[in-house]
């Protein structure tokens, strides 16, 4: 039975997953992103749409985006405004 080695860059790499992996439980525990821009994969899957809809939604100027070579990024609080804009209240 062979001794493995590990070395402080092994450490470092394990604790910079594992932040990334805590990030990630406490983004979807609190239930919005903590990151302002998103991408178009992360808006599809906060607000359960398909890629068509959400191009539809693009092309009709519904949901703000930017564009950087040839990435789409899309601003949460833009997002959350839009929402929030187009909210039907009860008619009870």
């Known amino acids: 039975m062979g001794a493995t080695i590990i070395t402080t860059e092994d450490l470092r ?5 594992l ?14 992103p903590t990151k302002k ?12 749409i398909s890629p068509g ?13 930017t564009k950087v070579g040839g990435v789409l990024y899309y601003d949460y609080s833009e997002i959350m405004g839009v929402l929030e804009k187009n909210r039907v209240p009860n008619k009870f």
């Open 13 to 17: 790499e394990f604790k910079l997953e």
């Open 37 to 48: 821009w998103l991408k178009s994969n992360e808006v599809r899957n906060l607000l359960g």
């Open 53 to 65: 809809t959400l191009q539809n939604l693009r092309i009709n100027g519904t949901i703000p985006y």
């Open 19 to 32: 932040l990334d992996d805590i990030k990630e439980l406490l983004q979807n525990q609190n239930g919005h």
